[in-house]
């Protein structure tokens, strides 16, 4: 077994949000997140069938969720989103790397 870091092998394409599985299974997926700047594109909103636990690591985010209002998130700041809470990216911190961790799961 090799243990691996969340912070090292970091994509180096920053012109676009890159997501990676780390594991997965039947009812769940696990996926690292590296972001370098990007939002949700204008008008459009995540609408999921699956629940999602997402923790910041590194950087800033903000979020608008639908009926909840905007969230600012700094690292160690997590949250649940349940099937089809719709959500949005307003912002990732622009300069370096955003790395969020999220869960997504079968209800």
């Known amino acids: ?43 459009e909103w995540y609408d999921q069938d699956q629940g999602e636990w997402v923790v910041l690591l590194k950087g800033s985010a903000s979020l608008l969720i639908e009926g909840d209002g905007k969230l600012d998130l700094l690292p160690g700041d997590y949250l649940y989103l349940p099937p089809h809470k719709r959500h949005r990216v307003e912002c990732t911190h622009a300069e370096g790397e955003t790395i969020w961790l999220a869960l997504h799961h079968a209800i």
């Open 1 to 43: 077994m090799i243990g691996q870091n969340l912070f090292t092998c970091l994509p180096i394409d920053v012109e676009r949000e890159h997501f990676e599985t780390l594991h997965q299974g039947s009812a769940f997926r696990l996926e690292r997140i590296v972001s370098y700047g990007q939002a949700t594109a204008s008008g």
